[in-house]
């Protein structure tokens, strides 16, 4: 009788770890954002949008699921675990700086995240890019970082995404529309 509560109790463990490490998996695509926080007093206007789990489940709820269009944001939101948007414009040039954009990027070089997108333009200034986490063959996350002289934008979304339906989320949630062009199926990760 002992042994078989030890093996029912061994199972829970291991159960209650796997649990915990997926998670943890799926929560690693959230990006540390609070040195963000400071530009907000010197930004001129400022959005934010700090949506978890349950948040996200809550707002979906008020999406008309007869509606075409909200009924594909319903879907696409309902496995996300969270959307975290900062936008910040500027009065002028130069309010905030490389090193506070530097902190984030930091955290996307890792193996599990891979630049797909980088764009750069010295005449306007504007730079995009966008870095999707993988684990295996499925997307985890997805960060958008988008600077212009006096504008910073950054977008986080975790949690499974399909590449092909993440177009529906411009406009929603706070997320601004970047308006990126579609690439490739077949694009490598390198």
């Known amino acids: 009788m002992r042994l078989i509560i030890r093996a029912v109790k061994g ?14 998996i799926a929560q ?5 954002i609070r040195n963000l926080d400071r530009l907000a ?8 949008v700090s949506l978890d ?3 996200l489940q809550l707002a979906a709820k008020f999406l008309n699921s007869n509606n075409p269009d909200e009924a594909k944001v319903k879907e696409l939101v309902s496995g996300l675990k969270g959307v975290y948007v900062r936008v910040f414009e500027f009065d002028k040039p ?5 090193s506070d954009i530097d902190a984030l990027r930091s955290q996307l070089n890792s193996q599990a995240w891979t630049k797909i997108v980088g764009v750069r333009s010295k005449r306007d200034g504007q730079n995009v890019d966008v870095h999707l986490k993988y684990q295996g063959n499925n997307i985890l996350g997805l960060t958008i970082i988008a600077t212009e002289p006096k504008e910073l934008t950054f977008v986080n979304i975790v949690g499974p995404i399909d590449l092909e339906k993440l177009s529906q989320l411009e406009g929603q ?6 308006e990126l062009e579609k690439t490739g199926k077949g694009r490598s990760r390198n």
């Open 173 to 178: 949630f706070g997320i601004p529309k970047l």
């Open 41 to 48: 007093g010197k930004a001129a206007e400022v959005v934010e």
């Open 28 to 32: 690693d695509a959230r990006l540390e």
């Open 11 to 24: 199972s829970v463990v291991l159960i209650l770890l796997a649990t915990v490490c997926s998670a943890a």
């Open 53 to 55: 789990e349950k948040l």
């Open 94 to 98: 130069g309010e905030y700086a490389a």
